[in-house]
């Protein structure tokens, strides 16, 4: 009876460490930062926003935010920085990564580490969630301006990530010490039944031959009947898919689509004249500027109102694909202008392809719609988006593409102003000519907006 309690008491010991394993991972997924009630207002007020421009993360998404959330967070104030070329701020927001990537990785670990009964790699796992989380917490949150503001609070995750770790830790001691007891008893036990083995071996021997052929000769009927009935089940059903195969085939549709390849000679490199191409019925220009930035303009010949992509291919000199570079246009009405930086060109290539693709769009273009005003502060110009029309406007992707002599310079994309009493009709951007204090202002003499997307 004492054995049994014992094997009973240790299988309720790893069913606990497993549920106590699940709640530490779903810390993952539960607030780790909740919004107080004035801020959540505020955020709720434009749910739909995106929280810096270009980015998925809006603000309904930073309500209460879990650590999946936070590390987005980290991640956009990384690329924003190495954008502004904030090396400190970029060297922090990776060591903050850093550390949630091991606290995430290690939870999964742990989790799979007690499923297959591994002690040690599942007390290395704690040490290493411990550790992170416990660091984490105390050196980054606590000190967070968020936090000390009282724009946020700590949410149920951050006691969930400091706290299981240790609980679990203490279960998988008391486990080792059982698992240690539980050993010795078998032991004995084995010894016990190998004695009684090697007694009754030779004799279990015979009697078992004598078994199977008792068994093959009374029930011999049986087995076999189901053998036919399985390969006449497994023919039907190799018939059956093979005339749904058949149907498939002949009731199969015409593929309607506009996108296809066009067969166009590689282009060799893109360089500082400007190279004026047509793709689809949509015309373009592509150029390097002084600063080796891909820029590229044109204009939508399309009827309607199309989603548009164009695709550059660049290949090394066995023509194998280095890398792919895309722009894409959604909702772009005819003859609108578009203009952007091609990101992703590698710096050295042999030649390259550009392909299009045309679809007609399947929501209504809101380009048309807007008005377009500019006030220049500085070394700063201000860009107000507004809709003729009493919709909202959610977002929009502006670009700018600066001028000297009639030749482009560069082309950037502004950024969005938060403005908390805006209008639902009308959005404010800016650009900086001068993009920190190191660098040289963008010498022009003109400049030209452009509105790609809007929604």
């Not at 094997?7 to 790893?14: D, E």
């Not at 009374?218 to 053998?227: C, S």
């Not at 578009?338 to 392909?355: I, K, M, R, T």
């Not at 273009?365 to 909202?392: A, F, G």
Request: charged residues 30%; glycine residues 2%; contains cysteine.
């Amino acid at each position: 009876m004492k054995k049994l309690n014992k094997k009973m008491i240790y299988k309720i010991l790893r069913i606990i460490i497993i549920v106590l394993c699940v709640i530490n991972l779903s810390g993952l997924g539960l607030p780790y930062l909740k919004s107080n009630d004035e801020y959540k207002e505020a955020l709720m007020d434009h749910p739909n926003l995106p929280v810096q421009e270009g980015y998925d993360l809006k603000n309904k998404d930073i309500v209460n935010m879990n650590l999946i959330e936070y590390y987005k967070m980290m991640d956009i104030a990384q690329r924003v920085s190495e954008k502004e070329n904030i090396k400190p701020v970029v060297e922090e927001m990776l060591l903050r990564k850093g550390i949630l990537i091991i606290i995430a990785v290690s939870s999964i670990l742990l989790l799979v580490f007690s499923l297959f009964n591994k002690n040690i790699l599942s007390i290395i796992s704690v040490l290493f969630i411990e550790g992170n989380a416990f660091l984490y917490n105390k050196v980054v949150i606590d000190q967070t301006t968020a936090v000390v503001n009282g724009d946020y609070s700590k949410g149920i995750a951050y006691y969930i990530i400091c706290i299981v770790p240790i609980i679990i830790f203490i279960a998988y001691i008391i486990k080792i010490i059982m698992e240690l007891a539980i050993k010795e008893i078998k032991e004995e036990r084995k010894k016990d039944k190998e004695e009684r083995k090697n007694k009754k071996e030779i004799y279990n021997e015979k009697i078992n031959q004598n078994k199977v052929l008792r068994v093959i000769k009374d029930h011999w009927f049986g087995p076999l009947v189901i053998i036919i009935i399985v390969v006449l089940l497994g023919s039907l059903g190799l018939k059956i898919r093979q005339s749904f195969k058949e149907y498939d085939e002949q009731n199969k549709p015409l593929e309607t689509s506009s996108k296809k390849k066009e067969t166009k000679k590689p282009e060799k490199t893109i360089s500082n004249e400007p190279i004026e191409m047509t793709r689809e019925n949509v015309d373009f220009t592509i150029i390097k500027n002084n600063e080796d930035e891909v820029l590229i303009y044109g204009k939508n010949n399309n009827e309607g109102t199309n989603d548009i992509s164009i695709v550059f291919y660049f290949y090394d000199d066995k023509d194998t694909l280095i890398k792919k570079s895309k722009i894409s246009l959604e909702a772009f009405p005819q003859d609108a202008e578009f203009a952007q930086n091609l990101d992703n060109v590698p710096n050295s290539y042999h030649h390259y392809e550009v392909y299009s693709y045309v679809d007609k769009a399947e929501k209504e273009s809101t380009i048309n719609e807007l008005k377009v005003s500019t006030t220049e502060e500085k070394d700063t110009i201000k860009i107000t988006i507004k809709r003729n029309s009493s919709k909202t406007l959610n977002s929009a992707d502006i670009y700018v593409a600066f001028f000297k002599d009639e030749i482009i310079l560069k082309i950037e994309k502004a950024s969005l102003i938060y403005n908390r009493n805006r209008k639902n009709d009308e959005l404010e951007y800016k650009i900086e000519t001068k993009q920190n204090y190191y660098a040289d202002k963008i010498d022009y003499d003109n400049y030209k907006i452009y509105i790609n997307s809007a929604s």
